[in-house]
C-alpha cells in the first residue's frame, strides 16, 4: 500500500498533547449574492481522520468541500495543510483528491485513462503510468478492468473508479461529496462499509459531506454539524450523541422528542424541572450552564424513558407503535397535547391504552434541558 | 494574470467585436434612415408612411408571414403525430424522408417548383395534356405561389419540433391520465397539447421569422405582389437609398415585435425533460385504416419528395430540347461536365465552398469563444454576449444585408468603417454574421450540457487549463462543434438573399449562377447546380447530425 500512496500518508492518530493539525480551517466565510453560505467556521482535522460535514440541505456543508479544494475563493478565512496557507492555490495545483456526487467521469475516456488523468498532470508516462494506474484499480477491486468505457460499468463501479481516480496521484486530502447518495439502499450499506475499509486501510486524511447522520456517525471519526453555514458542534458520534451543544444538533442526531418545561431550580446534581403536571430532577451534563428558572424545552431520547405506574409518572395515551424487533417505539400522546417517544418490549402496551412515563433509571444521558427561544 | 482576469479580458474582447459586427451596422442603418444633406430629417419616414405601395408591402409581409405559420402548422403537426405517434409500415424511412425539404437551400427549393408547378412544368402540361386545354390550369405567381413554397419548405419547423416534443412524453403521464379514466381527446387536450406547447410555439416564432424574411419564393414568384424584402431591392434599384433604410429599419421592428408577441405567448410550463419511457407508438389493429394511415403517409412523402426528384430529372437534359412533352425527350450529363470543365461555370462552385468555409469556421470560433466565455460569467457581460450572438437571427437577412452595405461601404478607420463592399471579404463577413445565432445555439448548447464537476474533476487532478480545454472540453464537444459548423456551412453554401445584395462578379456564389442560368434559359446547368447544393447540404446535415435541430431563417 505505501507503494501506491507513498508512507507519509500512514494512519497516525494524535497522542494526546499539542498537536499541529494536519488541515486546519480558519474562520472560513463565503457568501453568495445575499445568502451567507459560511460563516466563520473554524476546524482543525489531524493526519489520517476522517471528518465527516453533516447538516441539511442549505446547511453550507457543500460549499465547505468546495472552499476546501479549492473551486470557490472565501471571502475571509484561511485554509492551512502541513502548515502550508492553500486559501489562494488554484485546484490544479492544491493537490486534494475529489470524488464528486455524480462522480464525474470523463465519459470520453476508458477507465484507465481516466484514473492515469492525474498522474499524467505530475508527469508520469510510460510504463511506470500503467503500473500506477493498475495498483489505484487493484486498489479499488477493479483490477484489469483499464480498458473498460465508463458507461458500460455499475453505479458502484463508477464510484470505485471516481475514488481510484482521485487516490492515484496521491494526493494529501481527500474530499468526498455525497459518495453514497447516488447509490440504490440495498448497494449503499456495503459500499459505506468499503469505502470506510478503504480509506482506513490508505489512511488519508479525509473529509466528507453528507445529510445522512447514519453515513457520517459510519463514517467519520469525528462529525462536524452545520446549520445555516455555522458550525453547530464538532466530536465523535458519542459525544455528539450524549451531549449535544443545543436542540438542533440533539436533534438532528439521533431520535428525540420534545415537549416543553418549566424549570423551577438548580438541586444538589441537577435542575428540577415541572412537566406535564409532575416534577422531575433532570441531571447537568458538566460544562453545561445553569440554566435560570422559567420556560424551557426538554429533549428527550426514547431509550431515556419508561413505562411504568407512580405518582411522579407523565400520563399519556399510546397511539402508535414503530416495530423493531427486540425492543419498540411507543409513541404516547400526553394531556398537553405534546408526543412523546419511549423504548419498551414489543408486547409492553397497546395502542389506546392510558400509561405513565417515567425517566428512565440507566440512561440519565438522554434528557437534555435547553433554552425555550433557542432554535 | 489569474485565470478570472484573461477570462474577462477575453470576454471583453469578444463583447467589443460583436458590438461592432452585429449591433454598429444595424444602428447605422436606423441613423442613415432619419439623416438629411443637413442634419437630422423625418422626410424619408414621411415619404415612406405616404406611399400606399409601401404599407402594401409592409401588411404584404405581414399576413404571409402569418398564413406561412398556419399552413405550415396545418401540414406539420398531422405528419408529426402520424410519424410520431402510429405505427406506420416503413415509419423510420418515413420520418427521415418526411425531413427532406429541410435539406433544399431555398432558392433550390423555389427552383424546383417552377420546374414542377410552374406555367411549363411537369404537372401544368402533364393536366393540359389530359384534359385537352391550350392554356395551363393555373399561373404560379402572387401570393399564393408564395404561400405554397413556404407551406413546403417551413412546415419542417413544426414536423421536426413536435416530433421531438411527442418523442419526449413520458409514457406514465399517458398511462396515469387513462388510469383515471381520461379518453383519447381528453389526454390529447389536457396532457399531450400542453406538453407541446412549447415545441408549438418555438415552431410558430421559427416559421413566422424565416417566412417573414424569405426573400427567394416572392423575388421569382412575386410578379406585382411585394413584400417588403423585395420592395427594399426595388428602391435600392430605384437609387432611393434612404427610402430603402427606412423600410428596413420598418421590417426589422416588424422582426423584433412578432419576436416580444412571440416570446410572451411560449411563456409557461410544460416540456420539461422526461424522467421515464417514452411511449410506445400506436399499433392500429383495423387493416383498412392501416392501410389508409400508410397510404396517407407514403402518398405525402412522394409529394414532398417530388421537387428533389424534378430537380434530379431536370439536371439531365440537354439545353433547348425540352419544350412541351410532359417528359423531356432526350438525357444527357453534359450540364455536370459543364460545371467541372467550364471555368466560368466552375468558379461559383469554387467560391461557394471557399466562402462558406471561412464564414463557417470563423463563426464557430466565435460562438466557441462566447459559449466558454459566457458559461462562468457574472450574469450582465454573459446576458449581452448571448443577446449580440442571437439578434441576427430576430433580423431579416435583407436588413443584415444592407446593414453592412452601409457600415462597410465607407473609409473612416476612426469610426470602425472600412471599404468591404465590392471585395472578396464583405459575403464570408455577411454570412458569417447571419450565421452566429444557429452556430452558438448548437454550441451553446453543447457547452451547458457539460457537467462542470468534469472541469474541476480535471483541475483537481492537476491539469491546467489549456490542458483540460484539449483533454476534456473540446473531445466532449465535438458533436456539437460538428453540429453547429455543419448548420452554419449549409446556410451559407445556400445564402440567396445576403448574396444578391452584396456579390460581385468574382464572389459570385452558386445561387447567383442559378438565377442566372435560368434567365438564360439554361434549365439543365441551374437544376445540375441545384443538385450539387442539395447533395452537398445533405451531406454535411448528415455528418453533423448530432441532433440539434435546425434553427435559421433561410432568406
Same mark, same amino acid.
Given at each position: 500500500?505505501?507503494?501506491?500512496?507513498?508512507?507519509?500518508?500512514?494512519?497516525?492518530?494524535?497522542?494526546?498533547?499539542?498537536?499541529?493539525?494536519?488541515?486546519?480551517?480558519?474562520?472560513?466565510?463565503?457568501?453568495?449574492?445575499?445568502?451567507?453560505? /459560511?460563516?466563520?467556521?473554524?476546524? #482543525?482535522?489531524?493526519?489520517?481522520?476522517?471528518?465527516?460535514?453533516?447538516?441539511?440541505?442549505? #446547511?453550507? $456543508?457543500?460549499?465547505?468541500? +468546495?472552499?476546501?479544494?479549492?473551486?470557490?475563493?472565501? !471571502?475571509?478565512? +484561511?485554509? /492551512?495543510?502541513?502548515?502550508?496557507?492553500?486559501?489562494? %492555490?488554484?485546484p490544479v495545483h492544491r493537490r486534494f483528491g475529489m470524488v464528486f456526487q455524480h462522480y464525474a467521469l470523463f465519459p470520453h475516456l476508458d477507465v484507465g485513462e481516466n484514473v492515469g488523468f492525474g498522474l499524467e498532470s505530475l508527469g508520469v508516462r510510460g510504463a511506470e503510468l500503467g503500473d500506477r494506474v493498475g495498483r489505484a484499480l487493484a486498489l479499488v477491486d477493479l483490477a484489469g478492468l483499464e480498458r473498460r468505457r465508463v458507461d458500460q460499468l455499475s453505479g458502484g463501479q463508477q464510484q470505485r473508479v471516481a475514488l481510484a481516480r482521485a487516490l492515484a496521484p496521491e494526493p494529501r486530502v481527500l474530499l468526498l461529496d455525497e459518495p453514497l447518495s447516488n447509490l440504490d439502499p440495498t448497494l449503499r450499506e456495503r459500499t459505506r462499509r468499503e469505502i470506510r475499509d478503504l480509506i482506513r486501510r490508505v489512511g488519508i486524511t479525509t473529509v466528507l459531506v453528507t445529510h445522512e447522520q447514519d453515513e457520517a456517525f459510519d463514517l467519520g471519526d469525528r462529525v462536524a454539524v452545520l446549520r445555516g453555514g455555522r458550525l453547530e458542534q464538532v466530536g465523535t458520534p458519542d459525544e455528539l450523541y450524549a451531549a449535544p451543544a443545543n436542540r438542533f444538533v440533539g436533534g438532528f442526531v439521533g431520535r428525540s422528542s420534545v415537549v416543553p418545561v418549566t424549570v423551577l431550580g438548580p438541586t444538589e446534581w441537577g435542575t428540577r424541572i415541572a412537566v406535564e403536571g409532575v416534577e422531575w430532577e433532570i441531571e447537568r451534563p458538566a460544562g453545561h450552564p445553569v440554566i435560570l428558572p422559567g420556560a424551557a424545552v426538554l429533549m428527550v431520547r426514547p431509550e431515556a424513558l419508561r413505562l411504568g405506574d407512580d405518582p411522579q409518572a407523565i400520563v399519556g395515551t399510546v397511539t402508535g407503535r414503530r416495530f423493531t424487533g427486540p425492543s419498540s417505539f411507543f409513541t404516547v400522546l400526553t394531556a398537553s397535547g405534546a408526543t412523546l417517544e419511549v423504548v419498551a418490549p414489543p408486547a409492553a402496551v397497546r395502542a389506546g391504552e392510558r400509561v405513565g412515563i417515567l425517566p428512565s433509571r440507566r440512561a440519565a444521558g438522554g434528557l437534555h434541558l435547553f433554552l425555550a427561544e433557542e432554535g | 494574470m489569474t485565470r478570472r482576469g484573461t477570462g474577462a479580458v477575453g470576454a471583453a474582447l469578444l463583447l467589443g467585436l460583436l458590438l461592432w459586427l452585429v449591433l454598429y451596422p444595424l444602428v447605422l442603418v436606423l441613423a442613415e434612415g432619419v439623416r438629411g444633406p443637413e442634419g437630422w430629417t423625418l422626410d424619408h419616414v414621411?415619404?415612406?408612411?405616404?406611399?400606399? @405601395?409601401?404599407?402594401?408591402?409592409?401588411?404584404?409581409?405581414?399576413?404571409?408571414?402569418?398564413?406561412?405559420?398556419?399552413?405550415?402548422?396545418? &401540414?406539420?403537426?398531422?405528419?408529426?403525430?402520424?410519424?410520431?405517434? *402510429? !405505427?406506420?409500415? =416503413?415509419?423510420?424511412?418515413?420520418?427521415?424522408?418526411?425531413?427532406?425539404?429541410?435539406?433544399?437551400?431555398?432558392?433550390?427549393?423555389?427552383?424546383?417548383?417552377?420546374?414542377?408547378? =410552374?406555367? @411549363?412544368?411537369?404537372?401544368?402540361?402533364?393536366?393540359?395534356? &389530359?384534359?385537352?386545354?391550350?392554356?395551363?390550369?393555373?399561373?404560379?405567381?402572387?401570393?399564393?405561389?408564395?404561400?405554397?413554397?413556404?407551406?413546403?419548405?417551413? *412546415?419542417?419547423?413544426?414536423?421536426?419540433?413536435?416530433?421531438?416534443?411527442?418523442?419526449?412524453?413520458?409514457?406514465?403521464?399517458?398511462?396515469?391520465?387513462?388510469?383515471?379514466?381520461?379518453?383519447?381527446?381528453?389526454?390529447?387536450?389536457?396532457?399531450? %397539447?400542453?406538453?407541446? $406547447?412549447?415545441?408549438?410555439?418555438?415552431?410558430? &416564432?421559427?416559421?413566422?421569422?424565416?417566412?417573414?424574411?424569405?426573400?427567394?419564393?416572392?423575388? /421569382?414568384?412575386?410578379?406585382?405582389?411585394?413584400?417588403?424584402?423585395?420592395?427594399?431591392?426595388?428602391?435600392?434599384?430605384?437609387?432611393?437609398?434612404?427610402?430603402?433604410?427606412?423600410?428596413?429599419?420598418?421590417?426589422?421592428?416588424?422582426?423584433?415585435?412578432?419576436?416580444?408577441?412571440?416570446?410572451?405567448?411560449?411563456?409557461?410550463?410544460?416540456?420539461?425533460?422526461? $424522467?421515464?419511457?417514452?411511449?410506445? +407508438?400506436?399499433?392500429?389493429?383495423?387493416?383498412?385504416?392501416?392501410?389508409?394511415?400508410? @397510404?396517407?403517409?407514403?402518398?405525402?412523402?412522394?409529394?414532398?419528395?417530388?421537387?428533389?426528384?424534378?430537380?434530379?430529372?431536370? #439536371?439531365?437534359?440537354? /439545353?433547348? @430540347?425540352?419544350?412541351?412533352?410532359?417528359?423531356?425527350?432526350?438525357?444527357?450529363?453534359?450540364?455536370?461536365?459543364?460545371?467541372?470543365?467550364?471555368? %466560368?461555370?466552375?468558379?461559383?462552385?469554387?467560391?461557394?465552398?471557399?466562402?462558406?468555409? %471561412?464564414?463557417?469556421v470563423a463563426a464557430v470560433a466565435i460562438a466557441l469563444a462566447g459559449a466558454l466565455l459566457s458559461a462562468r460569467r457574472p450574469t450582465a457581460p454573459r446576458r449581452a454576449i448571448e443577446a449580440l450572438l442571437a439578434l441576427p437571427w430576430a433580423v431579416p437577412g435583407t436588413v443584415f444585408a444592407i446593414a453592412l452595405a452601409t457600415a462597410f461601404s465607407v473609409r473612416d478607420p476612426l469610426a470602425g468603417r472600412f471599404i468591404l463592399v465590392g471585395t472578396v471579404w464583405i459575403l464570408p463577413l455577411a454570412y458569417l454574421v447571419r450565421n452566429l445565432p444557429i452556430t452558438s445555439r448548437a454550441i451553446t448548447a453543447g457547452v451547458r450540457a457539460l457537467d462542470p464537476s468534469l !472541469?474541476?474533476?480535471?483541475?483537481?487532478?492537476?491539469?491546467?487549463?489549456?490542458?483540460? &480545454?484539449?483533454r476534456v472540453t473540446l473531445p466532449l464537444l465535438r458533436p456539437a462543434l460538428l453540429a453547429g459548423a455543419s448548420l452554419a456551412f449549409v446556410t451559407a453554401f445556400g445564402d440567396f438573399v445576403t448574396s444578391i445584395m452584396l456579390y460581385t462578379y468574382d464572389t459570385r456564389p452558386i445561387s447567383l449562377e442559378i438565377l442566372s442560368s435560368l434567365r438564360q434559359a439554361d434549365v439543365g446547368v441551374a437544376a445540375a447546380y441545384g443538385v450539387v447544393l442539395m447533395l452537398v447540404s445533405a451531406v454535411v446535415f448528415a455528418l453533423g447530425s448530432g441532433g440539434q435541430g435546425r434553427g435559421g431563417n433561410a432568406g
Open positions: 500500500m505505501d507503494g501506491v500512496l507513498g508512507p507519509a500518508r500512514t494512519r497516525q492518530r494524535a497522542g494526546g498533547g499539542a498537536v499541529t493539525p494536519f488541515l486546519a480551517v480558519e474562520g472560513l466565510a463565503k457568501r453568495f449574492d445575499r445568502t451567507v453560505a /459560511v460563516d466563520d467556521v473554524t476546524l #482543525s482535522i489531524e493526519r489520517g481522520e476522517m471528518l465527516a460535514l453533516l447538516g441539511p440541505s442549505g #446547511s453550507g $456543508k457543500t460549499t465547505m468541500l +468546495r472552499l476546501l479544494a479549492g473551486f470557490e475563493t472565501p !471571502d475571509a478565512g +484561511r485554509v /492551512v495543510v502541513e502548515g502550508e496557507d492553500v486559501t489562494r %492555490v488554484e | 414621411r415619404e415612406f408612411v405616404g406611399r400606399p @405601395t409601401e404599407m402594401r408591402a409592409l401588411w404584404g409581409s405581414l399576413w404571409i408571414s402569418l398564413a406561412s405559420v398556419a399552413l405550415a402548422a396545418l &401540414l406539420g403537426v398531422p405528419l408529426a403525430f402520424l410519424v410520431g405517434r *402510429y !405505427d406506420l409500415p =416503413g415509419g423510420r424511412v418515413l420520418g427521415g424522408l418526411v425531413a427532406l425539404p429541410a435539406v433544399l437551400p431555398p432558392l433550390v427549393g423555389v427552383v424546383a417548383f417552377l420546374f414542377l408547378y =410552374g406555367e @411549363t412544368g411537369f404537372v401544368s402540361l402533364l393536366l393540359m395534356r &389530359l384534359l385537352g386545354l391550350e392554356e395551363p390550369l393555373w399561373r404560379l405567381e402572387g401570393a399564393g405561389a408564395i404561400l405554397l413554397v413556404h407551406a413546403y419548405s417551413m *412546415y419542417v419547423y413544426f414536423y421536426l419540433l413536435v416530433r421531438a416534443g411527442l418523442v419526449s412524453l413520458d409514457a406514465s403521464q399517458l398511462e396515469a391520465a387513462a388510469s383515471l379514466g381520461a379518453g383519447r381527446w381528453r389526454t390529447l387536450r389536457r396532457v399531450v %397539447v400542453p406538453h407541446l $406547447k412549447p415545441a408549438l410555439a418555438g415552431a410558430a &416564432l421559427l416559421t413566422f421569422m424565416t417566412a417573414l424574411g424569405s426573400f427567394s419564393a416572392p423575388y /421569382v414568384f412575386g410578379g406585382g405582389f411585394r413584400v417588403m424584402p423585395t420592395q427594399i431591392v426595388a428602391t435600392r434599384l430605384n437609387g432611393e437609398n434612404q427610402l430603402a433604410m427606412v423600410e428596413t429599419a420598418s421590417l426589422a421592428a416588424l422582426a423584433l415585435l412578432a419576436l416580444l408577441v412571440f416570446r410572451t405567448g411560449s411563456s409557461g410550463p410544460g416540456g420539461a425533460g422526461r $424522467k421515464g419511457a417514452g411511449p410506445a +407508438r400506436i399499433v392500429i389493429r383495423r387493416r383498412l385504416a392501416r392501410i389508409a394511415a400508410g @397510404t396517407v403517409g407514403w402518398g405525402l412523402a412522394a409529394l414532398l419528395l417530388l421537387p428533389h426528384l424534378t430537380l434530379v430529372l431536370v #439536371s439531365f437534359v440537354p /439545353v433547348g @430540347t425540352w419544350t412541351t412533352e410532359p417528359l423531356p425527350p432526350a438525357y444527357t450529363v453534359r450540364n455536370y461536365l459543364a460545371l467541372v470543365e467550364d471555368p %466560368v461555370r466552375v468558379r461559383p462552385l469554387v467560391n461557394s465552398i471557399w466562402l462558406a468555409t %471561412v464564414a463557417t !472541469d474541476e474533476a480535471a483541475a483537481s487532478l492537476g491539469a491546467g487549463r489549456r490542458r483540460t &480545454l484539449l
